[in-house]
C-alpha cells in the first residue's frame, strides 16, 4: 500500500506525531523509532485453549523512546492508514490496541516460566507480578480523503440511544484522527507530509490551490517523487509520473497545479453554460414558446451550432 509504505519512513513517522502529540514541537527522533511487529497476537491464558488465537495485522507500529529531564519514557506508537471513512474505526483500533496489551502479558507470564520465578498463588493465576509493567500504546488514524470524517470518533457514537445511568458504567474508547480539512497550521509538519496533507485539503477549491502555489512555488517546483506519488493518488492530480520515474527526478508540480486550475475553470464555465441553457429553456418555456424557436435562442446566445443547440433542448426540454 503507498500510503503504508510513505508512512514508514522514520522521519514522515516522527513528523505526523509531533504535530499530533506535541504541536509541532520535535520531541520524538527519527532514530528512536525501532520497527515492531505489525502482527498483534492475543494468546490464551488456559491450556485448555492453547490451540486457539486471534491474530490481526496493522498499517505500521514501531517502538520509541523519548527522553526527557533525564527521564526515559517509552511508549508504541501505531498507524492506521485510512483512504475511505471507516465506520467501525473505534472497534477496530480498540481491538488492535487490546491485542497488543495482551500479547505484552502473555511475554511476560511466558518470561516468568522460562526463568523459573517463584510467583505467588496470586501472581501465578495472573501470570504477572506485581511489579511487572506494560508498555502504553498509541494509535493514531491517518485520514487522506479530502472530505470531512463523518464517521464515530469513539465507542459512546456507535452505540444506539442509552440510558445514561447505564453509560456511565460502560468504557469509552476515543480513535485518535488526523484529518485533511480539520488541520489548521499545515507549517507544524517539518517533512514533505505537511505539504501533502495541505494539497489534499486544498484538492477540491481552486482558490485553495491557487494560493498554495503561490505561498508555495519553489517546494512544489521540486517534490520528491513519493510525495508526488501520494499527490497523485489522494489529492487526485493528475501527474505525468513516467517522465520523472525513469530518471528519478523531483517533481515539478506547480504544472500539475496549474493543469488542475485550468480544468477546473474550463469545468466552472460549462457547468455556467448548461445552467444558463437551462435557465433560458424554463423561461421560454413559460412564456410559451415553442421548440423551434427555444432552439434558436439557445444557438444564438451560446454560440453553439445548431446541432447543438437542438441536444442541449432536448437534455433538458422533457
Avoid at 485448555?48 to 514501531?62: A, G, L, P, Q, V
Wanted: aromatic share 10%; proline share 2%; glycine share 4%.
Amino acid at each position: 500500500m503507498l500510503a503504508k509504505k510513505y508512512m514508514s519512513d522514520n522521519e514522515k513517522f516522527a513528523d505526523v506525531f509531533n504535530y499530533y502529540l506535541y504541536n509541532g514541537k520535535q520531541v520524538i527522533k527519527p532514530e528512536n523509532l525501532h520497527e515492531e511487529s505489525i502482527s498483534e497476537i492475543a494468546l490464551p491464558y488456559s491450556e485448555k485453549n492453547k490451540n486457539t488465537f486471534i491474530e490481526k495485522y496493522r498499517d505500521i507500529i514501531k517502538r520509541c523512546v523519548v527522553k526527557s529531564d533525564n527521564h526515559y519514557t517509552y511508549f508504541l506508537l501505531g498507524i492506521e492508514n485510512q483512504s475511505e471513512i471507516h465506520y467501525a474505526m473505534p472497534v477496530r483500533n480498540m481491538l488492535y490496541d487490546s491485542l497488543n496489551y495482551s500479547g505484552q502479558v502473555s511475554r511476560i507470564e511466558k518470561n516468568h516460566k522460562k526463568c523459573k520465578d517463584k510467583l505467588s498463588s496470586a501472581e501465578y493465576l495472573s501470570g504477572v507480578t506485581k511489579s511487572d509493567k506494560i508498555t502504553p500504546v498509541i494509535t493514531l488514524v491517518l485520514y487522506w480523503g479530502n472530505e470531512a470524517w463523518d464517521g464515530p470518533k469513539s465507542l459512546y457514537e456507535m452505540f444506539k440511544e442509552t440510558d445514561l445511568d447505564i453509560l456511565r458504567y460502560v468504557n469509552d474508547y476515543h480513535i485518535n484522527l488526523i484529518e485533511p480539512k480539520d488541520i489548521k497550521d499545515f507549517s507544524k509538519f517539518r517533512t514533505e507530509l505537511g505539504k501533502v496533507l495541505e494539497f489534499i485539503n486544498a484538492s477540491d477549491s481552486l482558490a485553495k490551490m491557487k494560493e498554495i502555489l503561490e505561498n508555495n512555488h519553489e517546494y512544489y517546483l521540486h517534490m520528491d517523487l513519493e510525495s508526488a506519488r501520494m499527490i497523485e493518488t489522494f489529492g487526485k492530480a493528475k501527474i505525468d509520473m513516467k517522465q520523472y520515474e525513469k530518471n528519478k527526478e523531483e517533481v515539478d508540480m506547480c504544472k500539475a497545479i496549474e493543469d488542475m486550475i485550468l480544468e477546473g475553470k474550463q469545468e466552472g464555465i460549462q457547468e455556467g453554460i448548461q445552467e444558463g441553457i437551462k435557465a433560458l429553456i424554463e423561461v421560454a418555456k413559460e412564456l410559451g414558446a415553442t421548440t423551434d424557436i427555444i432552439e434558436k435562442k439557445v444557438e444564438e446566445k451560446f454560440n453553439l451550432s445548431k446541432d447543438e443547440a437542438v441536444q442541449a433542448v432536448n437534455k433538458y426540454y422533457n
